[in-house]
């Protein structure tokens, strides 16, 4: 186990506002996130005990999968029905029925 009591208060103080701020920080990520501001090596395992402490510890175990949202289709726009135009159409002239076409006699 880590030995937090040897850490500064403003290093603490850094790494568990960081932790509140972005919960889905590791140690190992948080650790070269103090190494980059106090050039000071924290374990890994220091982080963690402070982090019990503290209670902002992950449950043990895998992480859940993250849901994805399922896409509902978007509602129909709402079309008014508008009344038709009546269209008359043109008057039909009657036609005579096509006379017989009779064919010519031959002459012999």
């Not at 603490?12 to 990520?29: G, M, T, V």
């Not at 978007?74 to 009546?86: F, S």
Request: proline share 16%; hydrophobic share 35%; aromatic share 6%.
């Amino acid at each position: 186990m880590g030995v937090i009591y040897k850490l500064k208060t403003e290093i603490k103080d850094f790494i568990l506002y960081e932790k509140k701020a972005s919960p889905e920080l590791s140690c190992r990520r948080l650790s070269s996130l103090v190494y980059d501001k106090f050039q000071i090596k924290v374990s890994k395992s220091t982080i963690n005990t402070l982090f019990k402490t503290s209670g902002l510890s992950l449950p043990v175990g895998r992480r859940p999968k993250k849901r994805r949202r399922k896409l509902e289709p978007a509602p129909a726009p709402i079309v008014e029905a508008k009344p038709a135009i009546p269209v008359e159409a043109p008057p039909v002239k009657p036609t005579a029925p096509p006379e017989p076409v009779i064919p010519p006699h031959p002459e012999a």
